[in-house]
């Protein structure tokens, strides 16, 4: 079964507001790693954590220390360059492989 | 930075038919190289991961057979596709990383079309 759920699978956001994506994990993993896909398919990282919280700009990532089992994504005062595709992966404990969730489709509207 | 060049970008082939793509990590050591296909659905499907002086390791439903990888330094690997069929359609991407403690770096993927 999948190992990262990744919700919500679609979300349309007025600009200016806040938002956030999150993954839960089936089991605990040792880090996580959140990504847009830009419309020619490429990945690009926006935060690696192993634990705690990342802040970059007006996204911010935060990675559950004590279960690690779930890692969440906070956009604030979307923009509409914000929309895209974005994408959790996760590795499980013992440098396992590293497993993506399914995508939440992001729209920011005018 | 740490990069990954992939290529090709895009390839057609014919049904039946083998494609190689290839990744190049630049501005770090690649221990670890992970190959993924992205179906249209969006959905990732991890093929292998392969870490430099240890077996590469398939994922279920993937195979050494059809998806050969070869990674024999850190900063190169390749993935072969061998006979393409259209359910081998698809976006394939490498992902790299320098060690268990540091994230992935990905190439811009190669697009599959088999026809």
């Known amino acids: 079964g999948d190992q990262v759920e990744q919700s919500p699978s679609a979300l349309s956001l007025h600009e200016g507001t806040d938002s956030a994506l999150r993954c839960n994990f089936t089991?605990?993993?040792?880090?996580v790693q959140w990504f847009r896909q830009n419309s020619r398919g490429s990945l690009i990282s926006l935060f690696y954590?192993?634990?705690?919280t990342k802040e970059n700009g007006r996204l911010k990532s935060a990675f559950d220390s004590k279960e690690r089992r779930y890692s969440t994504l906070h956009i604030r005062d979307a923009q509409l360059e914000d929309s895209g595709t974005y994408f959790c992966a996760a590795e499980g404990a013992g440098y396992q492989n590293f497993y993506f969730g399914k995508g939440t489709s992001l729209t920011v509207i005018p | 930075g740490a990069l990954v060049y992939q290529y090709p970008r895009r390839t057609i082939c014919k049904s039946g038919t083998s494609m190689r793509m290839e990744c190049q990590a630049v501005g770090f050591q690649a221990t670890s190289v992970a190959w993924y296909r992205q179906s249209p659905q969006k959905t990732f499907e991890l093929i292998a991961l392969s870490t430099v002086n240890s077996a590469i390791k398939y994922e279920q439903n993937f195979t050494q057979e059809k998806f050969p990888i070869s990674h024999p330094n850190l900063s190169f690997s390749s993935m072969t596709v061998l006979n393409a069929y259209l359910e081998d359609r698809g976006l394939y991407l490498c992902g790299a990383r320098a060690g268990g403690n540091s994230d992935y770096t990905f190439g811009s993927g190669t697009r599959l079309l088999v026809i």
């Open positions: 954590l192993a634990s705690g």
């Open positions: 089991t605990t993993m040792r880090s």
